[in-house]
Structures are given as structure tokens and as C-alpha cells.
């Protein structure tokens, strides 16, 4: 079959010259290798493949640049399978597809290859998602605007991967130090560029992609660049104090599970889960010089979520950010990921300033179009979620939110997660009522027009629970706003609730409720703000912009909930006769805009 797509790649003429075709070519041959890898069952043999077979694409794509004997080789390093001939044919033709691109979208493209070709299991335990060109362009060009200077700086990347940015790094050094000998270029940016990497395949690359891009001065010299990429685990290495201007990079995500001496070491930005990207920020903060700058691509996570308050006050404290750039889609950025990402940078002087905030989206050609959503401030306890806007119409509202004081907590409510994780709880699950068996309230059970049906309409889900002696903790007996739990930014409406009614619970006697929808139960006999108000308000396009701008996932957690910035009580009280009125949404959604300050147009 890889033979088959080699001859049809080449029927085709798409090794052309021309970077579009090269593109389409080098699409082509990644579907082809990732068949070509997910036919080994075993996790080695198959990260054996994948290192053999984009070991001959690096040597084709070097020989189609016109590498000379310098190439460096990987041979014996790591095991590298041998390929069968019509794999090897596909490899060849894809050197000479990237062969065609400009350095660093080669280094991408190759970067790609290896990356879908990897054992799943491998590539999620070791956060392995490369960057795409025109996001590592976009993140270098807000370092050097947060104050980077490409003559002198010393630059790390502490997770280089296959050098999705010491390639760049390395190519805006040689524009900025303009008319040098080549020697001196190749001394002074080998004292200054370094890279970790704990994977030494993925090292190798990275090494290979800076050396693409000085093949000149290499030539000139007649020498080879210093090696500047260190095969280490990066969270293991004992790192000395404040040495660069820039750290930058993608680096790794996904939750891990800490030693007690490592947690202790890291304890300063941990509060539960450990996750990738919060250690290697921690890392960078020790690692950058005073004003100098980190400029990192995060999941928008760590801008809300609770496991990320000890970092997020420790930035707040020694590193402020500059700027945020969101990435407004999240499928299709990285390869097989579905995240919510930004680009951030940070500068090291401990001084709270106002920041900028952009958003990215993808025009023709694979440009990105930036446009400025306006600025933010860090809250007074950074600890907390910090509003930033995602568009330009939610400047303003930023800013009359952020000088809002009022929390649920002083309207007269928590929040807390339904209990029951029905998994847990499969034989206890019913199709009919009966004596101790409840209402069980699914997450369908609130519509996206704000109401409350009783129902259980999905897949495994039934619509009563037999509670036992053992979890009678389980039911609840007083009204509550329902609120789901699990939404995306796609949706119309992240925020979707309705008030789950005193009478079905007088009526059953209590409910159960599962654990995707957020329980807003009262802390007092009368809440100064009535729960069908809460409801209406909740349900409104205003409040639901301003979440928008607090959380950073896909989970609509009790967290955030809790501090969303509300209005004062008393200011409810027109809203309050609205609703016992019965207005209609127009009339609903005009005064919740007012609360905050704008119109119902600006906060769509």
C-alpha cells in the first residue's frame, strides 16, 4: 500500500517545486504513514517504525537541500526499524516534498509525520503535539514585542520536540545579527540557543532543523554547529537559577503523577493534580532572567481552574503577563487534539500592568488574522480565575465586571456537583418508581431553553434510582438551580440552567442527581436573590459572555461558578419583577446587559 501511494504521489506531479503542492504531498503521505505505523500491534516495534521511517525522510529531505557529509546521523542511537521497500520509496518522496518548503514549515511537516505515527499511548504520556508555523511566528514576534532582543538574547526551549522553535529561534538571531563572518555566527548562536528534549529521536530532529536553517554559514565555515540540544527529563535535570532572556516553547499537557520529592520541589505552583504544562511553567520561572521574557503556548486551563490557583498567583507575583493571544478553533490546531489554546507572554519584573488580549483565527493561505479584544488586569487575589476577553465586543464588559464585588456566596449560594457518578451505580438504576427509588435527574433533564423536563432519554440512561441504606446521602429534598456541567464553546450558551421545582420534589419525596450537572443550592432560609431569579439570570447572553471570559474549559466547574462577578443583591430587583411578571426573553436580556453596563448586542 505505501508503494501504492508513493507511484500515485508521483502520477500525480505533486513533488512538483511549489510549497502548496509539497503541502498537499506531504498530507498525503501522513495518512499513509500513520497506516503504515498502526499496523504494529506492539508499542515499541511501533515507535520503532515511526523513528526508522521519518529517519529517512530527515536524510532525503537533507539531500534535497543540499546537505553535504555533515548531516548528522541518528543511527545507534535509537533503535530505528528497517523499512520494507515501498515504505522506503514513500520516505524518499517525502524528504523531497518538505524538501520544497522553507526550513522551518519543513521542520513542521516532519515534525507532523513523526508525531502521528507515534504509539498513542507513547505520544499522550509524553505531551507530544508539535506547533504549527504560523502560531510559533505569531508567539515569537509578542516575545520580541514583550522586549526579546535577537542580537543577544539566550533563548531555551525545555521541551523542543522536533525544534518547532529553535529552528525559527535560530533564523531571527541570524536576521538580527545581519553581516557576520559565518564562523562568528555559528559561535555566537551556539553560546545562545539550547534546547532539552527527554526524547532523543525528537532531540535529534530538532538539531537537524537548526541545522536546515544555518546550512549556509555551516557551508561558508566549513564547520558544523555545536550541538544545542541536551537529551534530559527536563523536570528531573538539576537547572542553574535565571539564565536566559527568553524561555519559550510548547511544552508538554496532561495530568502526572508526582513523587513526593518532585510535588516538594514544584509544591510553590501546585494545588492537587499536577499537570505538564503548570510544572514547565514553574520551570521557566526559574529559568528566566530578570525582565526577561517566557512566551509559552498553554491550554486556557490554567486561567481559571482550581488546580492552577498557585500558579496562577505565583505568575501574578514574578512573571505578569503582557499579552494572550486565544486560538479560536480547537480542532484542527494541533494534530488529533481537541484544546482550547492561547498564546502567552509573560515578563519577568513582578510588576501588574494592563495586558493586551488577541484573537487568532485562520484566513487563506494559512495566514492568521489578529484581532485586538482589548485589555485586562489581574484580579487583587491573582489566585482567583482571571477575566480576560476573548472578542472586542467583550472589552467593556471585562471592565464592569472585573469592578464587580459581589459573589453567589452573598446572594445566599453554593454550588456543588450532583453526587452520584452512575457508573458507579449501574445495578441500581431503574426503569420504573417504586418503594425507595427516586427521580434520577440526567443532565438532558435541562433544556437549552432554560427548563426542567424529567427525563432520561440517552443511552444507559434510566430515569430512577433505588437508593440503598448506604447512600441515602444521595438524595436531596430542597430546591436547587440545576446548572450543566459540561459544555463547549461552540455552543450557543455555555451557561444552560433551570430551577429544579419544589413541587417534583415534594411530589417524589427527593431526587438524585448525576454528577454533569452543578447543584446552586441555597445557605440561607430566604437567598436575597429568589432561585427563579438566579435561573433567568444564569440564562442570560449577558452573564453568559462574562463566564465566557473566566473559564478556560469545557467544564462549567462549581469553581468558576463561585467566582463569577455579580451584581449587587439590591440590583436584582428589577430583573426580580421582570421575571414575576413573566417579560419576555428581549425584555429579560436588556436589563441583565444593563446590570453590567452594555447593550444585549455588544455581549452576543
Known amino acids: ?56 525522510v530527515v536524510a532525503a529531505y537533507w539531500q534535497e537541500i543540499g546537505g553535504t557529509e555533515k548531516f548528522r546521523s541518528i543511527h545507534g542511537v535509537v533503535e530505528l526499524a528497517p523499512l520494507a521497500d515501498s515504505a522506503s520509496v514513500l520516505a524518499e518522496n517525502l524528504g523531497k516534498a518538505a524538501g520544497e518548503l522553507d526550513a522551518e514549515c519543513a521542520v513542521h511537516q516532519i515534525g507532523l509525520l513523526y508525531n502521528v505515527m507515534l504509539p498513542p499511548a507513547w505520544r499522550s504520556a509524553h505531551g507530544v503535539y508539535y506547533t504549527p508555523p504560523e502560531l510559533t511566528e505569531r508567539l515569537l514576534h509578542q516575545a520580541g514585542s514583550a522586549g526579546v532582543d535577537w542580537r543577544t538574547c539566550r533563548v531555551l526551549d525545555p521541551a523542543c520536540g522536533g525544534g518547532a522553535f529553535l529552528a525559527p529561534v535560530a533564523q531571527r538571531m541570524v536576521n538580527a545579527l545581519g553581516d557576520c563572518a559565518p564562523a562568528i555566527l555559528l559561535q555566537n548562536i551556539g553560546a545562545r540557543l539550547h534546547g532539552y528534549e527527554i526524547d532523543p529521536f525528537a532531540a535529534w530532529l530538532s538539531q537537524v532543523a537548526v541545522d536546515a536553517v544555518l546550512l549556509p554559514y555551516t557551508r561558508r565555515a566549513g564547520r558544523r554547529l555545536q550541538s544545542l540540544v541536551t537529551v534530559c527529563d527536563t523536570l528531573a535535570r538539576e537547572l542553574p537559577d535565571k539564565r536566559f532572556d527568553l524561555v519559550v516553547g510548547n511544552p508538554p499537557y496532561g495530568r502526572i503523577s508526582l513523587s513526593e520529592e518532585r510535588r516538594r520541589r514544584f509544591r510553590r505552583t501546585l494545588y492537587g493534580h499536577a499537570n505538564l504544562y503548570g510544572l514547565f511553567t514553574d520551570i521557566a520561572l526559574g529559568q528566566v532572567k530578570d525582565g526577561g521574557v517566557i512566551a509559552y503556548v498553554s491550554p486556557t486551563s490554567f486561567l481559571a481552574g482550581g488546580y492552577f490557583k498557585n500558579l496562577r498567583r505565583t505568575l501574578a507575583a514574578e512573571a505578569p503577563p503582557v499579552s494572550f493571544d486565544f486560538i479560536d478553533a480547537r480542532k484542527g490546531v494541533f494534530e488529533d487534539v481537541l484544546q482550547e489554546t492561547l498564546l502567552a507572554c509573560y515578563r ?9 488580549a488577541y484573537k487568532l483565527t485562520a484566513g487563506e ?58 457508573n458507579r451505580h449501574k445495578k441500581q438504576l431503574r426503569n420504573a418508581p417504586g418503594d425507595g427509588r427516586f427521580p434520577l435527574i440526567w443532565a438532558e433533564a435541562v433544556t437549552g431553553e432554560g427548563r426542567f423536563v424529567f427525563r432520561a432519554e440517552k443511552r444507559n440512561h434510566l430515569p430512577y434510582f433505588a437508593v440503598t441504606a448506604r447512600d441515602g446521602w444521595l438524595v436531596i429534598d430542597a430546591p436547587c438551580v440545576l446548572l450543566q456541567r459540561t459544555t463547549a464553546k461552540e455552543q450557543r450558551r455555555r451557561l444552560v440552567a433551570a430551577e429544579l421545582p419544589a413541587g417534583f420534589l415534594r411530589e417524589h419525596g427527593g431526587a438524585v442527581v448525576e454528577n454533569h450537572l452543578n447543584m446552586i443550592r441555597t445557605t440561607m432560609k430566604r437567598p436575597k436573590v429568589s432561585p427563579k431569579v438566579l435561573t433567568a439570570f444564569l440564562n442570560s447572553g449577558t452573564v453568559d459572555a462574562v463566564f465566557r471570559c473566566l473559564s478556560g474549559s469545557v467544564a462549567v466547574s462549581a469553581y468558576e461558578l463561585e467566582a463569577l462577578p455579580l451584581p449587587a443583591p439590591d440590583a ?30 455588544e455581549g452576543s
Not at 498537499?24 to 511501533?46: H, K, P, Q, V
Open 348 to 356: 519577568m519584573d513582578g510588576e501588574r500592568r494592563s495586558a493586551a
Open 1 to 56: 500500500m505505501a508503494r501504492l501511494m508513493a507511484d500515485l504521489l508521483n502520477e500525480h506531479n505533486l513533488f512538483s517545486p511549489g510549497p502548496a503542492l509539497a503541502r498537499e504531498a506531504l498530507a498525503s503521505g501522513r495518512i499513509m504513514a500513520r497506516a503504515l505505523s498502526a499496523a504494529e500491534e506492539e508499542a515499541d516495534a511501533r515507535l520503532a517504525i515511526a523513528r526508522g521511517f521519518c529517519a529517512q
Open 365 to 422: 493561505n494559512r495566514r492568521l488574522h489578529v484581532h485586538r479584544a482589548g485589555d485586562f488586569s489581574l484580579p487583587a487575589d491573582a489566585s482567583g480565575p482571571w477575566l480576560v476577553p476573548r472578542t472586542a465586543a467583550q472589552g467593556d464588559l471585562i471592565r464592569q465586571a472585573f469592578a464587580m464585588q459581589h459573589r453567589l456566596a452573598d446572594w445566599g449560594y453554593k454550588v456543588s456537583t450532583g453526587p452520584l457518578v452512575w
Open 572 to 601: 436584582m430587583k428589577p430583573l426580580a419583577a421582570l421575571v414575576r411578571a413573566g417579560a419576555p426573553q428581549q425584555r429579560i436580556e436588556k436589563e441583565c446587559a444593563r446590570l453590567y453596563g452594555f447593550t444585549p448586542d
